[in-house]
């Protein structure tokens, strides 16, 4: 069936980098856009940011750019989130998504379970 | 770009219509249709039950309905069910250098 998994996340110091992985399956990753969306502890959804889906436009939310860079390897069906410079208000749960078939990234349509990033001296 | 503002809560008994509305501006949710509604249950990633304005995707219940009027979005939920009790955000493109905004949230509680 078609499924995100998430994985990377943990306890990360401030000024510490992570890399989250997401691992497609069920479904023809190339032909998708794909998005990172976090939301922090008790709080809303925030999006952060998106690859088409042959990975040559990128994009990222004005909170996480120059900081955070999103790749995809649609050989191995795998999605990344490399995180660099984290600060205190980057402690979200990481979704991954995917892009509603034929609406590039404006509706996410499959979503992963996240993966906890914990920034934390 | 802030966040699209929605009510901190929205309640309803069993069977009612209720409906939550998602206000922005003239850079997102007045200049396009590009607007979609997830609902969150605690714990769990959200699901997206609307898109491009009033499109449900397969799948998703009849009794949800989305519109839109100038920069305020709306989804009615009719037959209020206890299954129904959870989190829902909106969310717009945006003009603005961070192109996906989402709201602020409303938990839809059932009495």
């Known amino acids: 069936q078609v499924q995100l998994v998430e994985s990377g996340g943990g306890l990360v110091k401030p000024g510490g980098s992570l890399r989250l992985s997401c691992a497609a399956s069920?479904?023809?990753?190339?032909?998708?856009?794909m998005s990172w969306i976090r939301q922090a502890p008790g709080k809303g959804l925030e999006w952060v940011s998106y690859?088409?889906?042959?990975?040559?436009?990128?994009h990222y939310a004005d909170s996480v750019k120059g900081r955070f860079t999103i790749s995809r390897d649609n050989a191995k069906n795998s999605l990344y989130l490399q995180m660099n410079s984290l600060r205190d208000e980057d402690m979200a749960v990481y979704y991954c998504?995917?892009?509603?078939?034929?609406?590039?990234?404006?509706?996410?349509?499959?979503w992963g379970k996240g993966t906890t990033v914990t920034v934390s001296s | 770009q802030s966040a699209l503002t929605q009510p901190a809560s929205v309640s309803g008994s069993p069977g009612q219509s209720i409906t939550i509305s998602c206000t922005g501006t003239?850079?997102?949710?007045?200049?396009?249709?590009?607007v979609s509604w997830y609902q969150q249950h605690p714990g769990k990633a959200p699901k997206l039950v609307i898109y491009?304005?009033?499109n449900r995707p397969s799948g998703v219940s009849y009794r949800f309905s989305g519109s839109k009027s100038g920069h305020t979005a709306s989804l009615t939920i009719s037959g209020l069910q206890a299954e129904d009790e959870a989190d829902f955000y909106c969310?717009?493109?945006?003009?603005?250098?961070?192109?996906?905004?989402f709201g602020t949230g409303t938990k839809v509680t059932v009495l």
């Open positions: 998504a995917r892009g509603l078939e034929g609406w590039d990234y404006y509706y996410m349509d499959v």
């Open positions: 069920g479904f023809n990753f190339s032909d998708y856009y």
């Open positions: 690859s088409s889906s042959s990975g040559r436009t990128i």
């Open positions: 003239s850079s997102d949710v007045g200049a396009n249709n590009y």
């Open positions: 491009d304005v009033s």
């Open positions: 969310s717009s493109y945006t003009s603005s250098s961070t192109p996906l905004v």
